[in-house]
């Protein structure tokens, strides 16, 4: 949109038009506020008005040119126009009817009038970001930010004088055949422009430069043949820009500015003085003083110094034409003490948006002043300022867009304008329509032209209509005062209370849009509430309070609750309540509104008032605009201004400013991201060529860089390998095809492959010929860390037999090379060659100059750089905004390293480098080196850029630091200048010299001074510099009037010492971490600590045993089968306890589980560890996984050097419910909703769930109820009775309710098969494996059974009438029984409620309470995996073997489960230590009396004390047995007793164990429990005899 368009901006716009800025405001209002004012009337005449016009708005466009609307203007309309724009719409139309003739490519002008402060793209990235199809009907204040067209963006370029630049369209005199021929060779303009400016050497005609007030002539045109049709008529206007061959192509190249001034959307112009001061302090404030919302951690300091910083470089750009990188070298003295080079572009930026800014402010005075002037005539004519709805523009609206200092001021007067002058605006578009219908050749428009003068209807001008702002004053107190008392917080001004009630004042309004008194004062509130919204002090005042108290909120939606886990990025804010805007920080809003696009997640705003004591925020401001008083009549009236207060703020404020809130958050995350970008993008072009540390480095090498070698290949082993090699120019110098480099490996097969031992000596003598620096292998797949070692093997090996220098190999990031091999620069350049040969040559290019290769991905039409993952969030920005990024990171890059132009002239991939140097861009780049190679020229020094190429000062002053010359490649030295071949720039060669002649000590004025080879003196000398006092010489030039230039001298210090030093990173390898990623494609959100997968088990993992271990171990044997089982691996098919030592002794065992061994997705392994499996204990994983299974796992730890993971896949991990592996939570998160959300859910589940389905049983016991009414039912009833009821899961599923005892109810599911219907009962009934007949037979056999136990239980003398939950009064009452009979182990029995049909068994053995459960079933006791047909055989068994381990839990269990040995009788260690002083005979007489003792005690059923682990079921005749028995042998002599089995039989007796029921008199029960445990450590020693091991021992000796 061009800013000075009058049908635009200013008086002369039609209804229609009108809708674009205000009048979709006034829809939005109108469908807001019909529903809310009820009781109005609209006039018939109206509605069809309204429903006419908005058909025509909402429906097609009537199908007519733009031009007709322009061609209704009469000439005094047009000069009207031209007089205030200086556009000339008549020249404008007719061109862009030629160019319809033409059939170009060009836009038409746009038929969406834009508003007159259009924010452009530039200044708006949110703007920029949105699509035009999805925009919602603009509201006034979205006229501001949107986009304007295309032809209007042409009159954003203007001349010095601030003309509009125009694209031209003049056609050409050239052949067809020559044009074809010109495009299917790189057309450039140069090679056609003789032709073209011959052809328009009379006829073309630069309309810019033609009077305002003449009309504007085409020039005649030449009758063209189709044999001499132009490039215009022949291609496509967008072919020609992408060559760069229009006119304002030719412009930007003669015009001695940088290309990219001149290519701004609003071009670089000269200021003045009192420009750049305003400027630089918007600037300054804007840019650097106004503090972003969210916390973005940018601080760029303050102070009067930083301004005056600001206007020196505005001074620089605007009034010099230097361009940043010229000022970020040349004139560090400007900015340096207080910016950096980042704020030296955000001034340039933020200059654009000042052009905007300016250009607007200019345009809403020109409108004010039109309508003052149309008010003014009116009155005139009429006498009567009535009706102007008694407001007039004055000073005071002058005033107040003068101070107007950012876009949302200016956007709040544009607001206040439309609201009170929208007739005026109406009217003199009208008045320009009558004009142009009573005009000769438009008598057939006028039926057109009298609907568009229709006028547009809101509830607004309704109001107006209708009087209702008349009563609005009677409120007592204008917006402008209220807005003074609201900016203040103070009531300066007071309302003037009106003498009536409001609703005798309404009967005086009611009309038929308002035929009621509510209605009436309804509108009223409105009308008042609407004034009140659009004051600009009101505005700012509410929008500086929303935004300080405005505090964001977040919550999933339906899918967001489904989606989001614990480890989803999104987690952190699912549930965030009330955080303040301001502690956003960095990227997190941008979050916030992706989750919010992707369905996941909502979020509002909330404004809360600044004290308690008020309700709301519009309670606040209610304060300012209330009478005091207590009167009914002031009451009624303040009730009415606090509903219009209400409606202003709530309904109508904060909606607009929600969504400038977001917007600007958005802008803020945008930056933050684009900063993030870049700085990514900086590190990657920031790394300098691959070089090599060399003393004997040729310095005369014609190649610019070195040569280096490159592998491409993919993980399937059928796919060929590429090698290659290229030039120090980067081209391909040879390659190899290697099919079989993948195939195997000469480190792991002896026996290699004939084929790959040939394609190994190919790499070989490739290596030996083209001797390369450094070899690239592409990390793009496992493989490659293998061929890296072997190609390291391989340099190593000729580097001892060929005398080669030294080679690095390298892994290369891959990401770079993917792009090029699929690019159509790649099928362009390499046509034939295949894709993976194509990576190896961008490989080789990437590790030879990592800044010209990436550039290359830039500068491409498809813009692939922004396929690099440089953000997660990279994808929201708007990609004109991150390109212009990233073309600013790569000018600073270029200009910092310079670009050699001879080099250009040679290469064509360097050159693209060239259009980056400063000042210089694709056109100019393009045209200089087309004037080198048309007059065969070799680029001397850098004067020629003048002398022979023709620059212009302004672009010389720019570039000419930028480009090096090389000398040593000058054919004559005459014309050789050496500080051309440093960053030096030419204004301060004379400093250098000067510098030069000081540090060497020579007479200046002396006649054998040479000034040219005084400087290659003092770089063969360059220590002598230090000696120089720069500061003394800076104060000097300061003296003279060339300024502070003493950072200046330093850098020339550091050049004339390093010429054009490296200014880049050297090259690094990658770390092992980056390596990681890269080989298993994953990146470092998608694989990461505590992330959830599914990997497939691929083995078990072992460990063999020790020495130690093998020495410790005791087999075991299974009472029931017979067969041993091997405490290692757990191999239980030993038939005889030799055949384990065997297996051991053999090598046979795998040793001890200790995990499991998995395969994930991306092909590395995982290590599930066996205590990581299960939350309960396992002996080994074959117990839960097997091989082949797909299971889930949570990842705890990343091994990045062995390429493996560490997994769980326990519930409880699994589950994290305490958050151990999600992510952080905000601190603003939300926990009490998300439980809230959670049990809400939980309950409408249940109530979706599937109810039961009524059956037809026929039995007493079964009832067609719900569990609930079944509790209840059994409540009733004695302990031990059922009853049967449908069950959720089916028509085929019954469900067992039966009472334990009070409150405590068991619910089994009964599965039914064998049925006739959905509704009878099955013929066979099955509770887990068992079957049952009936109904009765289940009562019989399964609960009366389980009933008659629990009794036995219940009626138990050590029953405590307590449950599970309640464990610590059971711990009270266990202690206070052990306290009083010390040597006694209390127990006691109680139910369950947390597992019915269970009951806790709790003792306390010592000091800590033991707590395990018993189940109660129809055949017994379980207990320990056990069953007892009795309650005595359990309470027998569980006294002799409670210090056993629980099966399932780990022999180191806590001592809360079992009470492990802790003691070892010093007597057993002494007899263990002296196994090696006894002699054989005594050694074979001892095996022989433990044998004998083991046969004894299996002979007679004595359970085998030494292990517990037996299992053994209980006949229901039990034998009590003396635990003690053994307390007294002294076993320190066992190794001399031939019959151990005697001693046996000694004091055996079944006598009751006292310790469970009174204390032992003899001895402390601790001395006792000591020995017994140490007895039995040492029996399980020394089981197991060894015989066999013994044997073969003893044979092998003899």
């Keep these: 949109m061009s800013s000075n368009d009058y049908l635009d901006n200013e008086a002369e716009e039609s209804d229609e038009d009108y809708v674009g800025s205000n009048q979709d405001e006034d829809d939005d209002d109108d469908d807001l506020e019909d529903d809310k004012l009820s009781g109005f009337v609209t006039d018939k005449g109206e509605s069809s008005h309204e429903s006419d016009s908005d058909s025509v708005t909402a429906g097609k466009k009537r199908p007519h040119d733009e031009d007709d609307i322009d061609d209704d203007l009469d000439e005094d309309d047009f000069d009207l126009i031209n007089e205030n724009t200086g556009i000339d719409l008549q020249q404008r139309n007719k061109r862009f009817r030629r160019l319809r003739r033409l059939k170009s490519a060009y836009d038409e002008e746009s038929e969406d009038d834009d508003d007159i402060l259009a924010l452009p793209p530039e200044a708006d990235p949110v703007a920029a970001k949105k699509s035009i199809p999805a925009e919602k009907p603009s509201t006034a204040a979205d006229d501001m930010f949107a986009e304007m067209s295309s032809d209007e963006e042409d009159d954003f370029i203007v001349d010095e004088e601030g003309r509009p630049i125009h694209e031209e369209e003049d056609e050409a005199d050239e052949a067809m055949q020559d044009a074809n021929d010109i495009f299917k060779i790189d057309f450039d303009f140069l090679d056609a422009a003789d032709e073209i400016d011959e052809y328009e050497e009379d006829d073309y005609e630069d309309f810019d430069s033609q009077d305002e007030g003449e009309p504007r002539q085409r020039p005649a045109k030449k009758k063209t043949t189709k044999k001499d049709r132009s490039i215009f008529e022949i291609y496509e206007p967008t072919d020609l820009d992408k060559r760069f061959l229009s006119k304002r192509d030719e412009k930007i190249r003669i015009t001695d500015l940088p290309e990219r001034y001149q290519l701004r959307k609003v071009a670089v112009t000269k200021a003045t003085d009192s420009e750049l001061d305003n400027e630089s302090q918007w600037i300054y404030s804007q840019a650097f003083m106004n503090s972003s919302l969210s916390n973005q951690n940018v601080n760029y300091g303050s102070g009067t110094q930083l301004m005056i910083t600001v206007r020196e470089i505005l001074a620089l750009i605007r009034n010099e034409g230097l361009e940043i990188p010229f000022i970020a070298h040349y004139r560090k003295e400007v900015y340096r003490h207080s910016l950096q080079v980042d704020d030296l572009w955000r001034i340039y930026q933020w200059d654009v948006k000042w052009m905007y800014f300016s250009r607007r402010k200019e345009n809403m005075a020109k409108l004010f002043t039109k309508i003052q002037q149309y008010q003014y005539d009116k009155a005139k004519n009429t006498h009567d300022f009535s009706t102007f709805n008694a407001k007039i523009i004055d000073a005071e609206d002058t005033a107040r867009l003068e101070e107007c200092k950012t876009y949302e001021d200016l956007q709040d007067v544009y607001n206040h304008f439309l609201l009170y002058h929208h007739k005026e605006l109406e009217d003199l578009r009208n008045e320009s329509l009558n004009k142009t219908s009573k005009s000769d050749d438009n008598a057939k428009n006028v039926g057109r032209d009298s609907r568009r003068r229709l006028k547009r209807r809101n509830l607004y001008t309704r109001c107006e209509d209708n009087k209702i702002s008349h009563l609005a004053l009677k409120f007592g107190l204008s917006p402008e005062r209220f807005g003074k008392n609201v900016i203040e917080s103070y009531q300066i001004n007071e309302p003037t209370q009106y003498e009536y009630d409001p609703k005798t004042t309404a009967q005086d309004y009611i009309t038929r849009a308002f035929p009621t008194v509510e209605a009436v004062l309804d509108a009223a509130v409105y009308t008042v509430a609407m004034q009140l919204s659009r004051d600009p002090l009101v505005r700012r005042a509410v929008r500086l309070a929303f935004y300080e108290r405005a505090k964001i909120s977040c919550r999933p939606t339906k899918r967001g609750k489904k989606d989001i886990d614990g480890n989803h990025i999104y987690s952190p804010f699912k549930y965030i309540t009330k955080k303040p805007i301001r502690d956003l920080s960095h990227d997190q809003y941008l979050q916030f509104h992706k989750a919010e696009k992707e369905g996941l997640i909502t979020h509002t705003f909330t404004v809360e008032p600044s004290s308690s004591a008020w309700g709301t925020y519009a309670d606040e401001l209610k304060q300012y605009y209330f009478v005091d008083g207590f009167s009914d009549l002031i009451k009624e009236w303040n009730e009415l201004r606090g509903r219009a207060v209400q409606k202003a703020v709530e309904d109508i404020l904060f909606e607009e400013l929600q969504k400038e809130l977001r917007e600007r958050l958005l802008r803020e995350s945008y930056e933050y991201v684009i900063k993030e970008c870049c700085h990514k993008i900086r590190k990657e072009i920031n790394i300098a060529s691959f070089k090599i540390d060399s003393e004997n480095d040729d310095e005369d090498n014609i190649e610019p860089y070195h040569q280096i070698m490159a592998f491409a290949f993919v993980s399937d082993r059928d796919i060929a390998s590429y090698a290659c090699v290229i030039d120090g120019h980067g081209e391909v110098n040879d390659f190899l095809k290697l099919n079989n480099l993948l195939k195997a490996s000469r480190f792991n097969d002896a026996q290699e492959d004939p084929n790959r031992i040939k394609e190994i000596k190919l790499i070989k003598g490739l290596i030996v010929s083209k001797q390369p620096v450094a070899i690239a292998i592409s990390a793009s797949c496992r493989q490659a860390i293998g061929i890296k070692k072997e190609l390291e093997a391989i340099v190593l090996e000729l580097q001892a037999e060929e005398d080669l220098p030294s080679i690095n190999v390298e892994l290369i990031d891959p990401c770079t090379a993917r792009l090029f091999e699929s690019s159509k620069r790649a099928k362009n350049e390499f046509p034939e060659y295949p894709p993976l040969l194509c990576h190896a040559i961008s490989l080789a290019r990437f590790i030879q100059e990592p800044l010209l290769e990436l550039t290359q991905l830039l500068i491409s039409d498809d813009e692939e750089i922004l396929c690099l993952r440089l953000h997660t969030l990279q994808n929201e920005i708007p990609k004109s905004d991150l390109m212009e990024a990233l073309m600013i990171e790569f000018i600073n890059c270029v200009n910092d390293v310079g670009v050699d132009l001879n080099l250009c002239l040679t290469n064509d991939r360097y050159a693209s480098l060239l259009s980056f140097v400063c000042g210089l861009g694709p056109r100019k780049a393009t045209a200089l080196l087309k004037i080198l190679k048309k007059g065969n020229l070799h680029l001397r020094n850098r004067k020629s850029l003048v002398t022979e190429c023709g620059m212009g000062p302004n672009l010389f002053v720019n570039c000419a630091g930028f480009v090096k010359i090389p000398t040593d490649k000058v054919d004559d030295s005459d014309y050789a200048e050496i500080l051309d071949t440093t960053r030096i720039h030419p204004e301060a060669y004379d400093w250098a010299r000067k510098m030069a002649i000081d540090a060497l000590d020579y007479d200046e004025s002396a006649e054998d001074v040479n000034q040219a080879t005084v400087v290659h003196d003092i770089i063969d000398q360059p220590d002598k510099l230090k000696d120089l006092d720069l500061d003394a010489f800076a104060e000097e030039l300061k003296r003279q009037g060339f300024g502070n230039k003493s950072i200046t001298l330093y850098d020339i210090r550091e050049e004339l010492t390093y010429r054009y030093k490296e200014c880049r990173q050297p090259f690094s390898s990658l770390n092992p971490e980056q390596v990681f990623y890269l080989l298993v494609d994953e990146t470092p959100e998608s694989l990461c600590y505590g992330q959830l997968i599914t990997c497939r088990v691929i083995g078990f993992v072992h460990r063999r045993a020790t020495k130690e271990q093998i020495d410790r171990v005791n087999p075991e044997r299974d009472p ?344 070892v009788p010093p007597n057993v260690m002494q007899a263990v230590n002296n196994l090696t002083n006894i002699s054989q005979s005594q050694l074979m007489s001892t095996l022989q009396s433990i044998q004998q003792k083991d046969d004894w005690l299996s002979n007679n059923s004595v359970p085998p004390y030494a292990n517990y682990n037996y299992q053994q079921l209980s006949t229901g005749t039990s034998e009590g047995q003396n635990t003690n028995q053994w307390e007294n042998n002294n076993w320190s002599a066992a190794w001399s007793v031939t019959k151990p089995a005697d001693n046996l039989n000694k004091g055996y007796s079944v006598d009751r164990d006292n310790r469970w029921e009174s204390p032992h008199g003899n001895q402390s029960s601790h001395q006792n429990d000591q020995k017994r445990e140490s007895q039995r450590h040492y029996d399980r020693r020394n089981r197991g005899h060894r015989d066999d091991r013994y044997r073969s021992h003893h044979s092998r000796r003899t």
């Design 1120 to 1463: 029931i089968s017979g067969t041993w089982t091997c405490p290692l691996c757990y191999s239980d098919y030993f038939k005889e306890l030799s055949e384990v030592w065997r297996h051991i002794d053999n090598n046979d065992c795998k040793g001890i589980a200790i995990g499991v061994k998995v395969a994930l997705d991306n092909g590395i392994t995982g290590f599930i560890s066996t205590k990581n499996i299960s939350d309960k204990q396992i002996r080994t994983p074959e117990e839960r996984v097997k091989i082949g299974m797909v299971i889930h796992c949570r990842i705890i730890k990343l091994n990045t050097d062995k390429f493996s993971v560490d997994l769980s896949c326990k519930s409880s991990d699994l589950a994290d419910h305490d958050q151990q592996f999600s992510k952080p939570k905000d601190n603003y998160y939300d926990t009490e909703s998300e439980k809230a959300d959670t049990e809400t859910d939980m309950k409408k589940t249940k109530k979706k769930q599937i109810p039961y389905v009524k059956r037809i049983i026929v039995h007493p016991s079964f009832h067609n109820i719900s569990y609930n009414d079944a509790i209840k039912k059994l409540s009733d009833l004695d302990n031990g009775d059922a009853l049967f009821r449908p069950s959720r899961k089916g028509s085929d599923h019954l469900t067992l309710t039966w009472k334990i005892m009070d409150e405590i109810y068991q619910h089994v599911d009964i599965r039914e098969e064998g049925k006739a219907n959905s509704f009878s009962l099955g013929h066979s009934l099955w509770i887990g494996n068992e079957e049952y007949e009936d109904l009765d037979e289940i009562l019989a056999r399964y609960v009366q059974p389980m009933a008659a136990l629990s009794r036995d239980i219940i009626n138990h003398r050590y029953y405590f009438k307590a449950s599970d939950t309640e464990k610590k009064e059971i711990e009270k009452l266990l202690l206070s029984e052990k306290k009083k009979q010390p040597s006694r182990i209390p127990y006691h029995f109680s139910a369950s409620s947390k597992f019915p049909g269970k009951f806790m068994l709790s003792y306390l053995p010592r000091s800590h309470p033991c707590y395990e459960y018993v189940t109660v079933t129809p055949e017994g006791f379980r207990f320990r995996g056990r069953l007892h047909a009795k309650l005595d055989d359990l309470l027998h068994w569980f006294k002799r073997h409670f210090r056993d381990s629980i099966p399932g839990s780990s022999r180191s269990a806590s001592t809360s489960q079992e009470t492990p040995l802790t003691v």
